[in-house]
């Protein structure tokens, strides 16, 4: 059974005891209202170095299992951070760090337009320095006893100009990679094809996001969550699909499914170009 309010109410409030932690959000699909029975309930640790990972570890046993596995801060890579996949009372929940000066400095970065995809194990686009305030933005404050993450999420609410600016300004890369795949074909290299189209279609996604002024924090659904952006090309998940599903090592078929791409890349250039107006 899923935790209750009360229930992570308790936990947020037992974990901004330990020292090192300022406070605790939810985020995933509960935060969003459309987790299901069998959803993880995702928690955002948002810490301070040093971060007493020994008492995380005590808490764990307490309410999980003894020997749960509590990371230090950088177990899951450089930009999952680290946390702790637990089972409480028989559902998961997971821990996930987030270094509150870290996500000042992203917030900062986002600000002015600034972003990187950055390599992660696990997300095979990258992760964007500007998911952590996006995670904020989206996210629903359990514990907060100093007030500094509502104060810093009642700014991060407010998409900046200058980021969707800069995002859609990035449509330049898929513009590139289209004529990197179209060298290609003449070697049926659909391995190489399939890798510039999923670049392809997750910078579109991030761009028609930016657009549109709404945070997107993960590759997970987003296609399909770009595609439900009011303004959006018509059809937009489903003619990614189309491309991807038109590769083989036919040269004939990846001729039609970077066609198929580019054509998508042009639409989502004008879509953003209106929506920025």
């Known amino acids: 059974m899923a935790l209750t309010e009360a229930d992570l109410t308790e936990l947020a409030t037992r974990l901004t005891a330990v020292p090192g932690v300022c406070g605790v959000v939810l985020g995933g699909s509960r935060a ?3 987790h299901t029975p069998d959803s993880d309930t995702d928690l955002g640790l948002y810490y301070r170095a040093p971060l007493d990972t ?5 808490l764990a046993a307490e309410i999980a299992a003894p020997g749960a596995t509590v990371t230090e801060p ?11 996949w637990l089972s409480v009372g028989g559902h998961p929940v997971d821990w996930i760090y987030r270094d509150l000066e870290r996500v000042r400095r992203c917030w900062a970065d986002a600000e002015q337009g600034r972003y990187e995809f950055h390599s992660q194990t696990g997300h095979p686009l990258g992760v964007t320095g500007f998911s952590y ?8 404050i359990l514990s907060d006893p100093a007030g500094e ?19 859609v300004a990035g449509l330049w890369e898929a513009d590139f990679l289209i004529g990197l795949a179209r060298k290609a074909v003449s070697r049926g290299d659909s391995a190489y094809v399939s890798g510039c ?18 945070w997107l924090i993960n590759e997970k659904g987003a296609v399909a969550a770009a595609g439900a952006l009011p303004g959006a090309p018509e059809r937009f ?16 078929h990846l001729s039609l499914a970077i066609d198929i791409a580019a054509d998508i890349v042009l639409e989502t250039a ?6 920025l107006r």
């Open 32 to 34: 969003r209202g459309e």
């Open 133 to 140: 305030p996006g995670e904020l933005a989206l996210g629903r």
């Open 197 to 214: 189209l999923f670049r392809v279609a997750g910078v579109c996604a991030h761009a028609l996001h930016g657009a549109a002024g709404r």
């Open 270 to 275: 004008d879509a953003c170009a209106m929506m």
């Open 74 to 84: 950088g177990g899951w890579g450089p930009w999952v951070d680290g946390g702790s």
């Open 54 to 58: 020994g008492r995380l570890r005590e």
């Open 237 to 252: 998940p489903a003619r990614v699909d189309a491309a991807f599903a038109a590769v083989s090592g036919d040269p004939l």
């Open 149 to 167: 993450l509502a104060a810093l999420q009642g700014r991060v609410r407010v998409y900046p100009r200058a980021l969707s600016e800069a995002l």
